[in-house]
């Protein structure tokens, strides 16, 4: 604690807010009487440092991953010849996805040069309920930051489980049609899954089972891009 008392308290709730929380949670979570949590809450969100999902509870807001831009990236700094050599290794695009509430957002990509490909720009926001992706960014969140979710999703707890046990995810058609991909987790330095790698194409040269030609590649690729 810095001593000054209303920025403690909004670090608490920034803090609260990591993987969302409603207001009953953000309560439980500071210890903050409620009209305390609420205000502060309100306030942050204003300034845009929280923001709300679709259920009303508030995350981090895109106030903070513009403060936090401003400053060198190391994981996007690290990412761009690592995408690189795993889309010349497989043949296939390369994606590196972060979470950002209820999306995951693309935020480098290396694409196939030629013939049919999977295109994922920069800055794409693409959905936390399908996708290898989003499993990966899934798999190792507490239970309050995937049930909410989970009933929404196209994959299912046995598939999130499935994922930790060989770590890495695969998807067929899940997002798209015609489109499958492999992805694997990228952690920092406390081993916190930040990011998911991924490798994506078209399901006639990849097949159904794309793991098993990708999945090492790929958990490589994540190993690589962690501890940063």
């Known amino acids: 604690m810095s001593g000054v008392g209303v920025l403690d308290k909004a670090v608490l709730i920034l803090t609260a807010c990591t993987n969302g929380a409603s207001l009953a949670e953000l309560v439980h979570e500071t210890g903050l009487p409620r009209a305390t949590a609420h205000r502060l809450a309100q306030a942050l969100e204003a300034h845009e440092m929280l923001q709300r999902d679709h259920e009303g509870r508030w995350r981090p807001g895109p106030k903070l991953g513009e403060l936090a831009g401003s400053t060198a990236d190391v994981l996007l700094s690290a990412a761009e010849p690592v995408l690189n050599l795993l889309r010349d290794q497989t043949g296939e695009s390369t994606q590196l996805y972060r979470r950002r509430a209820d999306e995951r ?74 489109v499958v991909s492999v992805s694997a987790p990228v952690r920092d330095k406390t081993g916190r899954v930040v990011a998911a790698i991924s490798v994506s194409g078209p399901i006639e040269r990849l097949g159904r089972r794309p793991g098993d030609r990708l999945g090492m590649a790929v958990i490589r690729a994540g190993q690589k891009l962690s501890g940063l």
């Open 105 to 178: 957002i693309c935020v480098s990509a290396a694409e196939r040069a030629s013939g049919l490909r999977d295109t994922v720009p920069v800055g794409a926001a693409l959905p936390m309920t399908a996708g290898s992706g989003a499993q990966v960014l899934l798999a190792w969140e507490p239970p309050e930051g995937i049930l909410p979710l989970l009933p929404k999703c196209r994959f299912s707890s046995k598939t999130l489980a499935e994922v930790r046990r060989r770590g890495f995810a695969q998807s067929v058609a899940e997002r798209e049609a015609g």
